[in-house]
């Protein structure tokens, strides 16, 4: 059974960094793609990005370019991200989710939409 | 961007009956669409994709149905399991957008 385990819940001042981790088990292949998301109090979803299964590529959403960062440490199944410069308006709760991709023209590709999330972490920008 | 409205937003019903709930899309989508359901305190649920696909180990009783712009998760004979808060997603478009969400509440 697929579990992606999160970090803590996290409160951080405004101008701060904050970083999640979410640890994947219980899937046997490694050709998945990772995605975070979030959701503010009372809106919907927001993709914040993804990083491929060897971690070495990363694509982040444009209002995000500059404050997101996302890892990936193959070896122990684990995947991070650094949101810098944090605001108020980053009060969220910020979700990893697999992606197990489509394999096309001899190619892994992510779907883009999310087969398994995380329970999500709580962040709360305040001063 | 792709803005995707769901309606209604809360839809009250008894366990038994059927839900219907909508999603629109502010351009075409194809038929890439997905669905999810939300319980408090809970990790989101892949219930849909590619529109009328089910995920994994999801029951008979959801479906989806649409193409293009318009879109319906239907939920037949409610179970007490199934109150929750669904939302939709397309994923044919960049940035990816999600709906608002519909919450299924116990009338």
């Known amino acids: 059974q697929v579990q992606l385990v999160h970090s803590g819940a996290e409160v951080k001042k405004p101008g701060a960094s904050v970083n999640v981790s979410c640890k994947a088990s219980?899937?046997?292949?490694?050709?998945?793609?990772i995605h975070w998301l979030r959701q503010a109090p009372g809106h919907g979803f927001e993709w914040m990005g993804i990083?491929?299964?060897?971690?070495?590529?990363?694509t982040y959403a444009q209002r995000l370019q500059g404050r997101v960062s996302i890892t990936r440490d193959t070896s122990t199944s684990t995947v991070y991200m650094e949101l810098r410069s944090l605001r108020s308006e980053d009060t969220a709760v910020y979700y990893c989710?697999?992606?197990?991709?489509?394999?096309?023209?001899?190619?892994?590709?992510?779907?883009?939409?999310?087969?398994?999330w995380g329970q999500g972490t709580l962040v709360t920008v305040s001063s | 961007e792709i803005v995707l409205t769901q309606s209604p937003g809360t839809l009250s019903l008894s366990p038994g009956e059927k839900a219907t709930l909508s999603c629109r899309a502010s351009q075409t989508v194809s038929t890439y669409l997905a669905w999810y359901q939300q319980k408090p305190g809970q990790a989101p649920r892949l219930l849909i994709y590619g529109a009328s696909n089910r995920g994994n180990g999801i029951p008979g009783r959801f479906s989806g149905s649409g193409s293009g712009t318009d879109f319906t998760l239907t939920i037949t004979r409610l179970e007490p399991e199934d109150f929750a808060v669904y939302h939709c997603?397309?994923?044919?478009?960049?940035?990816?957008?999600f709906g608002q969400g519909t919450k299924v509440e116990i009338k």
């Open positions: 997603q397309q994923y044919g478009s960049s940035p990816r957008t």
């Open positions: 219980g899937y046997t292949y490694t050709t998945y793609y």
């Open positions: 990083i491929n299964p060897s971690g070495s590529t990363t």
């Open positions: 989710a697999l992606d197990y991709a489509d394999y096309v023209d001899n190619r892994f590709s992510p779907t883009y939409y999310f087969d398994h």
